[in-house]
């Protein structure tokens, strides 16, 4: 079965522009979550979302925003990009919640790799 | 609150010489624990997890890790390291009690030589 599509790959966007990422995630997946990937600060958490809402959410400011919808699949947006927030944007799918099920790993995408100039 | 802590930033072996790589944990209730491997410019790949039972789980090519409940720990390990095993490793726990929250180390970059 397909896995974790993320669009585009790649992206470059200019200072105060912003940006739309997305994100498809495995037939069935209910649980969609976003995490940011530096060099320096390594694996953030941005937020993770689930059956169209937002179940947690990691200490980014509010120019970072997502949602999903009803078959799942999930944006996320970024608002007056700045060149700090040239990263590689990861998604991620599970099972994590389905009827309770804490047991499953999540699966990712190949990422989306922004640069702000 | 539920975290992760891979303690060394890098390891370095030699082909052929068992792979360790360090991570510690702490989570509210039992813990749900995972390794992925990343490669350059990809996503992370799931390797194995520990759920329940044998507290020495083997996952996906050739890769075990050893959970140790009293030392919070859940060490990655290969009997016989591989060149092509040189990519980044982070460990994650998965929290049921904050709404499955998934937290993921720092990661540990693994170099192995020829």
């Known amino acids: 079965k397909a896995g974790v599509t993320q669009t585009p790959r790649y992206l470059i966007k200019t200072r105060g522009q912003q940006v739309t990422l997305s994100c498809s995630p495995i037939?069935?997946?209910?649980?969609v979550s976003w995490y940011q990937q530096t060099p320096g600060q390594g694996l953030q958490f941005l937020f993770e979302y689930f059956s169209e809402t937002q179940r947690n959410k990691g200490n980014f400011p509010g120019r970072f925003s997502g949602r999903q919808f009803s078959n799942s699949r999930s944006e996320m947006n970024v608002s007056t990009l700045e060149l700090g927030d040239s990263a590689l944007y990861l998604c991620?799918?599970?099972?994590?919640?389905?009827?309770?099920?804490?047991?499953?790993?999540?699966?990712f995408g190949q990422g989306t790799r922004l640069t702000v100039v | 609150a539920q975290s992760v802590a891979q303690p060394e930033d890098q390891v370095n072996v030699a082909e052929g010489n068992p792979l360790t790589v360090k991570c510690t944990y702490s989570v509210s209730g039992n813990p749900y624990l995972f390794w992925y491997v990343q490669y350059p410019n990809r996503g992370l790949q799931f390797l194995l997890k520990?759920?329940?039972?044998?507290?020495l789980v083997k996952g996906s090519y050739g890769f075990e890790a050893e959970f140790n409940k009293s030392q919070t720990s859940f060490h990655l390990k290969k009997p016989s390291a591989l060149v092509s095993d040189s990519a980044l490793y982070f460990c994650a726990v998965r929290d049921l009690f904050n709404d499955y929250k998934l937290s993921f180390g720092a990661g540990t970059t693994v170099t192995v030589r020829a």
């Open positions: 991620a799918s599970s099972l994590a919640g389905t009827g309770g099920r804490g047991n499953t790993e999540a699966f």
């Open positions: 037939s069935g997946h209910r649980s």
């Open positions: 520990y759920i329940t039972g044998d507290n």
